[in-house]
């Protein structure tokens, strides 16, 4: 079946740190990729994706690439801030499936 | 635009009592889905529905049951509550566009059984 690995957490950077979470998968066929970000007290929010390989998704200053060969999809900031300071999640969503699969989560805290 | 909503946002029950967590979207999206999200265990999915009409249990489903009432509403009910079910419980909807896939979360509703 489909599963998503994450480091654990928490991270804790200061502010204006270069930020990487790792993130692996295993699934069958070509899934598509996704990191979620949850701010606290809220619902998550869809924060880039990727849907094929070698694809790079980014936003707000994140990005990601999908590697097949590796089955990886890090997380990459390279310059944090504290406003960034949330759960993030790692998901898959497998061929055919209909629903994603989620990583466990990492807690990220920048300091000022 | 609301997007998705989701009633209450805390609630204690004890043992054994039943209730009912109500899940809205306006975005008039088919797919449907509750998760529950507990310490170090990522979200999980209960139930989900494709459509209006349909429902099919997810990879937690025991002790919970859904309602698709309409395109709009995704019910779920705890008939017998019980401790294990203590849990930030969240509604999605989905949308899909030019095949490319966004699922959209509610604020969710924080559950405590005593």
């Known amino acids: 079946g489909n599963s998503v690995t994450q480091m654990e957490g928490p991270v804790t950077l200061s502010e204006e740190a270069f930020l990487t979470i790792n993130c692996t998968y295993t699934?069958?066929?070509?899934?598509?990729l996704f990191w979620y970000v949850q701010y606290p007290g809220e619902g998550l929010q869809l924060l880039l994706k990727?849907?094929?390989?070698?694809d790079k998704g980014s936003n707000k200053g994140f990005e990601a690439t999908y590697r097949k060969e590796t089955t990886s999809f890090h997380l990459e900031k390279g310059s944090v801030q504290v406003s960034d300071s949330a759960v993030y999640f790692c998901?898959?969503?497998?061929?055919?499936?209909?629903?994603?699969?989620f990583g466990s989560g990492t807690q990220l805290t920048v300091l000022p | 635009n609301a997007g998705v909503t989701q009633t209450p946002k805390f609630q204690v029950l004890k043992t054994g009592q039943s209730m009912t967590l109500q899940c809205a979207q306006d975005?008039?999206?088919?797919?449907m889905y509750w998760y529950r999200q507990d310490p170090g265990m990522g979200l999980r999915l209960i139930y989900y529905?494709?459509?209006?009409?349909?429902?099919d249990k997810g990879e937690v489903p025991n002790g919970y049951n859904v309602s698709r009432l309409n395109k709009r509403e995704f019910s779920l009910r705890l008939e017998s509550a019980a401790p294990s079910q203590t849990s930030v419980y969240f509604c999605?909807?989905?949308?899909?566009?030019?095949?490319?896939?966004?699922?959209?979360f509610g604020p969710g509703t924080r559950l405590l059984v005593l």
């Open positions: 975005m008039n999206h088919n797919s």
């Open positions: 529905s494709a459509s209006e009409g349909t429902t």
């Open positions: 990727a849907t094929k390989a070698d």
């Open positions: 699934a069958t066929g070509y899934p598509s």
């Open positions: 999605a909807s989905r949308a899909w566009t030019e095949r490319q896939e966004t699922q959209y």
């Open positions: 998901a898959l969503r497998g061929g055919s499936a209909r629903q994603l699969t």
